[in-house]
C-alpha cells in the first residue's frame, strides 16, 4: 500500500514539473538595439538635477540608495507647482520619444533590416568565415 501511494504521488509531482519547464521555455525576444530610449518620467527628471544638488552638498556619500532615498522624500514635500517644471519638462521628452517611435516604427515597417552588416560581406567571405569554423570540426573528426 505504501508503494502504491508513493507512486501516485509521484506521478502528480512529475506532472507539476513538466507544466514548470513548458512555462521556462518561452524566451524574451532579443532587444534591438537602435530602439529609442522610453522618455523619462517627471519623478526621474527632477532626479537629475536633484542629483547633482546632492553631490554638491554630500561629497563624501557615494551611496546611490541614499540619493534615491533623499529624493524620494523630497519629491513627497514638493507641492504642484514646484513639480510643474518637471511635469513639463517630462512632457516635452515624452513628445520627442514618441516622435522618434513614429520613425522607428515606420523604419521598420519599410522593411529595412539588420542585414546591413552582411549584406556589405560579399558572399564568398561568408562561406570563407564558415569554412574556417567548419575545418577546426572536421580535423578533429579525422583523428
Do not use: C
Request: hydrophobic share 25%; proline share 3%; charged share 50%.
Amino acid at each position: 500500500m505504501k508503494g502504491g501511494k508513493s507512486k501516485a504521488n509521484s506521478s502528480k509531482a512529475d506532472s507539476r514539473l513538466a507544466v514548470k519547464k513548458q512555462t521556462k521555455k518561452g524566451k524574451k525576444a532579443a532587444k534591438d538595439p537602435n530602439k529609442p530610449k522610453r522618455a523619462p518620467s517627471a519623478f526621474f527628471v527632477f532626479m537629475e538635477d536633484f542629483r547633482k544638488e546632492f553631490k554638491t552638498k554630500h561629497p563624501d556619500n557615494k551611496a546611490v540608495s541614499a540619493v534615491g532615498k533623499a529624493a524620494g522624500i523630497e519629491w513627497k514635500s514638493l507641492t504642484d507647482e514646484e513639480k510643474a517644471p518637471y511635469v513639463k519638462k517630462a512632457a516635452k521628452r515624452k513628445e520627442e520619444y514618441e516622435r522618434q517611435m513614429d520613425a522607428y516604427n515606420k523604419k521598420l515597417a519599410g522593411g529595412e533590416d539588420d542585414d546591413d552588416e552582411e549584406s556589405d560581406k560579399s558572399k564568398s567571405e561568408v562561406n570563407d568565415e564558415d569554412d574556417e569554423e567548419g575545418s577546426g570540426e572536421e580535423e578533429e573528426d579525422d583523428d
